[in-house]
């Protein structure tokens, strides 16, 4: 089946810093969605990039399908941020096994 | 709308004892699916459904059942529970077709001892 890596699994960064998560799959895939995991185990939609580009505020996805990876990039970090994130892909969703973020203040 | 709702929120069980989780969703999405998470890890799709009387296994079907007999709801049993059972249970909906964006429940907590 599709096998899904994301890296890193840690990031610890300061409030204010920048960061970029990375997705590869081992499949095409017409499916893909970023999914943040808040302290309390709330799975939250970021967005749905089966390709192409999206930007949220702070929060920008990039999925380039013909090379099977996608990026989120988080600008500006804040505490609320921390959590683990993760992407998963193909219609029946199958997920990476996440970055860990941790924002200090 | 209420989106997709997952009652219980926790629930402890006893080894061999059976259960059912509640998923209901207001959106008359066409497809539902149960997942489950494991600590440190992502989530592992349990079964799924494409519609009323519609069922089929995911990754991780072993000890679980399922039925839709409405559009609406989607409740997954555990019909003698064992500790490997212990995890985070996720119900997620959308429609059917052309993927689109899931969208998934708060989760139900339980822990088989």
């Known amino acids: 089946g599709i096998q899904v890596e994301q890296s890193p699994p840690d990031l610890i960064l300061q409030e204010g810093a920048n960061s970029t998560l990375r997705c590869n799959f081992s499949?095409?895939?017409?499916?893909l969605q970023w999914f943040h995991q808040n302290p309390w185990g709330q799975l939250i939609n970021l967005f749905y990039i089966p390709s192409g580009t999206k930007q949220n505020g702070r929060l920008s996805a990039t999925t380039v399908a013909t090379e099977r990876y996608s990026l989120l990039y988080i600008s500006s970090s804040q505490t609320t941020d921390s959590g683990v994130y993760f992407c998963a892909v193909a219609q029946k969703l199958v997920f990476g096994q996440g970055t860990r973020l941790t924002i200090n203040p | 709308n209420a989106g997709v709702t997952q009652t219980p929120k926790f629930q402890v069980l006893k080894t061999g004892q059976s259960m059912t989780l509640q998923c209901a969703q207001d959106?008359?999405?066409?497809?539902m699916s149960w997942y489950r998470q494991d600590p440190g890890m992502g989530l592992r799709l349990i079964h799924y459904s494409v519609g009323a009387g519609i069922t089929d296994q995911g990754e991780v079907p072993n000890g679980y059942n399922v039925s839709r007999s409405t559009t609406e709801d989607f409740p997954l049993r555990l019909l003698s529970a064992a500790p490997s059972q212990t995890s985070v249970y996720f119900c997620?909906?959308?429609?059917?077709?052309?993927?689109?964006?899931?969208?998934f429940g708060p989760g139900t907590r339980l822990t088989v001892t």
């Open positions: 997620a909906s959308t429609w059917s077709g052309t993927p689109y964006e899931q969208y």
């Open positions: 959106m008359n999405h066409e497809y």
């Open positions: 499949d095409s895939v017409n499916n």
